[in-house]
């Protein structure tokens, strides 16, 4: 037998192979179109004056409304989300979203030149503890805003800033988990039903009575919360503790008031006119995230790897906590976290949790009048054997670069726990002020370094600094390894001109010019209050570290310009192992005097080698004998003490026999690579940008060209 073989049409094959064809064209298509639609990037226009949230905010004819349209609203990589130049909007931006790597989304302006401002202290009251919060989110681009968060400003009265003229009265209470809540007043008769003292939920945990015309006489009130009736036992107002069950708390020439419920327990926990406790003699809850106020805080909780943030041509203000912790104890001081940008990592706890936080570039913005920090990133160490000191224990590629930092309660620049940051270009001006001093640490140095590795520090100017201790421009705190200061100019910082504390590993100190640094004085009433135990220095290199005091090893403190001003008298200390003290010029001015408080105890045997320094003017005995190839050097220059150009000298002034000065100079190893692409491993240049070679041997941070 034959099997049959049975064939089709050739006609219809062909129509079978084109109409499959078609069908998967088409399904290509549609999955095409749907791919482009589903990856679109998006632009959203937000408007405080013009806006709707009923709109669909894609264009800026249709803009939305308000920041809780923006929190509620999910946004996908590549996203822009506008808000109108000039206009206010109250409130916190919570991004709870990320971007992707080369597609971040962007919080930027539209609309003129004018930056919009995001105020978190709201007019209702205050509550927000960050204008911007991103946490576990990455990927994210922000600039060209105006951020604010004067928390007590907010809570205490309508704000100074945007103060409304609305003839009425507002009344506030935070409690995020009530069921019903109600206003009982002297104004309703006491009426605990009465219709107008319904409050409103207004979606953020806080609810609001607001009441037109506001009435002129003084008014009483208590909340009703789930139906439990506020006990109020505490007048702040009049500064005595008076039992007021049936008057209420009193509310006079102000035109809103507000309390913090704790939920759950019953308790009022903050009061603009008294600390309250129900009637259940309950006890109110201590909050400490009073404590706490950021303009951008970016917190870690340790799910994954954050990556890739940009921060720029913002101007961050006024950024202050409700209350402040005690400021003359050390350890309040170590705990405020108070800061205009923050990056926060928490440490690990696992060896499978252990993340960190990566690509940080934060640069070209103004930062004025905060509690404490400017720019700060930490990365708590985590107390895991086989985790510490490992890099992903630290924050890697930290970039601050050409911001402005003024007026700040404490420091412009923290960097702690940072695996890799590069300090370049800016400028920190009256770090430590008075501002708001009962909201202030009132101390702090332009930037510091804090258990960090690789860090470089460059071309950055910091002035007049401020406080009873650090308070240099810049200095290099405790347990950290490979930290390059160079092209640095101090001026007028009371603490110290040169600051080195204990535990640190290789640390280079050169081509920096301090003119007037370490003036400040022991035993005097500080402007902050108390007294300062810790004089000012033009070197401090001390074995300060916690838990135990400990030398550092390998400091190299090089060609660097220090001038004592006068009517000044800076001590100076050297505790260190491998310290050298070489080709660094000491210009102590008429009427001044230099190392008169030296640390008698610290010698050459202990690995201290000091040559070849020159000094002019009044300089200690005791200072001069430990150098044997010291040169006395006559200064002539200018009265313009703040420009470093003064300090330019010609370089047969300042040039040194090359014979004298043969050794080994340190180098910084992570130079050439990553971020330090543009850093050389051995110096090129002095101050001045004038070449160096190994036939110019010199005094001092540099010479002048001509």
Not at 42 to 67: F, H, K, M, Q, R
Not at 498 to 521: C, P, Q
Not at 566 to 577: H, N, Q, R, T, V
Request: glycine fraction near 8%; charged fraction near 20%; charge should be positive.
């Amino acid at each position: 037998m034959f099997a049959r073989i049975y064939r089709c049409p050739k006609k219809k094959l062909n129509s079978l192979f084109v109409f499959k064809a078609f069908i998967t064209l088409i399904v290509s298509l549609i999955l095409s179109l749907f791919s482009v639609f589903v990856s679109a990037e998006t632009t959203y226009y937000v408007s405080a004056s013009t806006g709707d949230d009923a709109n669909n905010g894609i264009s800026a004819e249709s803009p939305w409304l308000s920041l809780t349209k923006v929190n509620e609203s999910k946004f996908k990589p590549g996203d822009k989300i506008l808000f109108k130049s000039g206009d206010k909007f109250f409130g916190s931006l919570v991004i709870d979203y990320s971007g992707q790597r080369g597609k971040p989304i962007l919080f930027s302006s539209y609309g003129g030149e004018s930056p919009p401002i995001i105020d978190a202290a709201t007019k209702n009251n205050g509550d927000n503890m960050a204008a911007i919060l991103i946490q576990d989110q990455d990927n994210i681009e922000i600039s060209n805003l105006k951020i604010r968060n004067f928390r007590k400003l907010g809570r205490d009265r309508l704000s100074a800033l945007d103060a409304s003229t609305d003839a009425s009265v507002s009344f506030y209470v935070k409690a995020p988990k009530a069921r019903t809540v109600r206003l009982h007043s002297n104004r309703f008769g006491w009426d605990k039903n009465h219709p107008k003292g319904r409050a409103k939920n207004m979606g953020d945990g806080t609810w609001m009575v607001n009441i037109k015309p506001a009435w002129k006489k003084t008014a009483r009130y208590k909340w009703i919360i789930d139906g439990e009736i506020e006990n109020i036992n505490n007048d702040i107002r009049r500064g005595s503790c008076r039992y007021r069950l049936a008057m209420g708390s009193v509310v006079s020439g102000n035109n809103f008031a507000n309390r913090a419920w704790e939920p759950g327990s019953g308790d009022i926990k903050e009061d603009v006119a008294g600390t309250c406790a129900f009637s259940s003699g309950k006890n109110p809850q201590f909050d400490h995230t009073d404590f706490k106020a950021f303009g951008i805080l970016v917190k870690n909780t340790g799910k994954r790897v954050l990556d890739g943030f940009e921060f720029h041509n913002l101007t961050v203000e006024k950024v202050y906590p409700l209350r402040m912790r005690n400021s003359q104890n050390e350890q309040a001081f170590v705990d405020n976290m108070v800061s205009g940008i923050r990056f926060e990592t928490l440490p690990a706890k696992s060896k499978k949790d252990a993340v960190n936080t990566r690509n940080m570039l934060v640069h070209n913005n103004l930062i004025r009048e905060t509690g404490r920090f400017g720019i700060a990133a930490r990365h708590k160490s985590s107390k895991i054997k086989s985790i510490m000191q490992s890099a992903i224990d630290y924050d890697q590629n930290f970039i601050v670069i050409n911001n402005k930092c003024e007026n700040l309660g404490g420091s412009c620049v923290l960097m702690s726990g940072v695996w890799q940051g590069l300090l370049e270009g800016n400028t920190f001006i009256k770090s430590g002020a008075l501002v708001e001093p009962s909201l202030s640490v009132n101390r702090g140095s332009g930037a510091w370094f804090f258990r960090s590795k690789n860090i470089v520090a460059q071309n950055n100017t910091a002035a007049f600094s401020r406080g009873h201790n650090d308070s240099a421009g810049i200095h290099v705190d405790y347990n950290n390894e490979n930290i390059l200061v160079q092209y640095n100019f101090t001026f007028n910082n009371e603490g110290y001109g040169t600051e080195i504390l204990g535990s640190n590993k290789n640390i280079i100190w050169r081509y920096n010019i301090s003119v007037g640094d370490g003036t400040r004085l022991t035993n005097v009433v500080r402007p902050e209050g108390g007294r300062s135990n810790n004089p000012g220095r033009t070197i401090h290199v001390s074995d300060f570290a916690k838990p135990y005091r400990k030398v550092s090893q390998d400091v190299f403190i090089y060609n660097n310009t220090y001038v004592i001003t006068s009517g000044s008298s800076p001590g100076f200390e050297l505790k260190a192992k491998g310290l050298k003290l070489w080709n660094n010029l000491f210009l102590v001015q008429n009427n001044a005097s230099l190392g008169k408080n030296f640390n008698k105890s610290i010698n050459s045997s202990r690995g201290i080698s000091v040559e070849s320094n020159g000094f002019s003017g009044n300089v200690s005995d005791l200072l001069l004998s430990l150098d044997d190839n010291a040169v006395e050097f006559n200064a002539k220059y200018e009265s313009e003490l703040s420009n470093p150009n003064t300090f330019a000298f010609s370089l047969k002034d300042v040039m040194l026999a090359s014979e004298n000065n043969e050794r080994i100079l340190p180098t910084f190893n992570a130079a050439g690579k990553g971020i330090f692409s543009h850093v050389s491993e051995k110096p090129i240049s002095d101050y001045f940008g004038n070449r160096l070679d190994e036939e110019k041997i010199f005094l001092g941070a540099g010479f002048s060209a001509r």
